[in-house]
């Protein structure tokens, strides 16, 4: 049996279509990298391997070594 919550009985309530493409179809979305998201993990990952996988924040057996 499933649950419903106050939002999705709303959205029923407003459009039985859009209930059920939220809760129960969930059509597949074709994810579209664009430029700005390439060059955005481009930089990550430079950083990442630039900085040798360094946490900006020391962890705890770090301090304690210190």
């Known amino acids: 049996m499933r ?4 939002s999705s009985l709303g959205s029923f309530e407003n459009c039985p279509r859009q209930y059920w ?5 969930k059509p ?6 664009t430029i700005e998201a390439f060059l955005g993990t481009c930089v990550h990952e430079t950083l990442e391997t630039r900085s ?6 020391p962890t705890l057996s770090q301090r304690e070594r210190e």
């Open 28 to 33: 597949p979305v074709e994810r579209v990298d």
């Open 3 to 6: 649950i419903h919550s106050h």
């Open 21 to 25: 493409y939220q809760y129960i179809g």
């Open 52 to 57: 040798g996988g360094l946490s900006p924040h």
